[in-house]
């Protein structure tokens, strides 16, 4: 979609600089926190394109660590998916950049970020994730790619020599940083 816009992010994302660029590019189309009818799940926003519907989910920790929510996202998504909408999750750990904005969402802009991505800030690493929560994490790291891959594998790495290795990757994901 050629959309000739530029977006400035400073500092790290959040749901609403997600959306407030979304909607941008997708003004008509654009609901924010959407409800199917007749669910009661919401979505932090929808937004449609002349070729698809697009339920979206900014994901923070609580998404990795809390089983009760993973197992609400899932349902989510196969009820997205059964209503004709592609269902959409952007994990906390990556930025919304020119790269990541066309590689998730379709759409074409520059996107001036000055904050990089992959666990910078936050102290909740994947050690802190629960059992699905890594799961989750090491299906959806597996999905990127290889550049994004790359800088999130450099914030771990950069977390583990600063906290150590135990406190920042389960014995699972080890693997990434060897």
């Known amino acids: 979609m050629g959309v000739n816009l530029?977006?400035?992010?400073?500092?790290?994302?959040t749901e609403t600089k997600l959306a407030e660029i979304i909607s941008a590019l997708?003004?008509?189309?654009?609901?924010?926190?959407?409800?199917?009818?007749?669910?009661?799940?919401?979505w932090d926003f929808k937004y449609e394109t002349p070729s698809e519907r697009?339920?979206?989910?900014?994901?923070?920790?609580?998404?990795?660590?809390?089983t009760t929510v993973i197992r609400v996202d899932r349902a989510k998504a196969k009820l997205a998916s059964e209503r004709g909408f592609r269902s959409l999750?952007?994990?906390?750990?990556?930025?919304?950049?020119?790269?990541?904005?066309?590689?998730f969402f379709g759409f074409d802009a520059e996107i001036v970020q000055d904050f990089?991505?992959?666990?910078?800030?936050?102290?909740?690493?994947?050690a802190s994730f629960c059992e699905l929560g890594v799961a989750?994490?090491?299906?959806?790291?597996?999905?990127?790619?290889?550049r994004l891959q790359q800088a999130v594998l450099k914030s771990l790495q950069e977390r583990a020599?600063?906290?150590g290795l135990e406190y920042v990757l389960p014995t699972v994901l080890r693997t990434l940083l060897a």
Do not use: C, M
């Open 6 to 13: 530029r977006f400035i992010v400073k500092g790290y994302l």
């Open 26 to 42: 997708a003004p008509t189309g654009f609901t924010s926190q959407y409800k199917l009818d007749g669910f009661n799940y919401r």
């Open 54 to 66: 697009v339920l979206v989910e900014y994901d923070g920790d609580e998404h990795y660590r809390n």
């Open 89 to 103: 999750s952007f994990p906390y750990w990556l930025q919304l950049d020119s790269f990541t904005l066309n590689h």
């Open 116 to 126: 990089p991505h992959g666990f910078i800030t936050t102290k909740l690493f994947p």
């Open 136 to 146: 989750r994490f090491q299906e959806e790291f597996s999905r990127l790619p290889g």
């Open 161 to 163: 020599d600063e906290y």
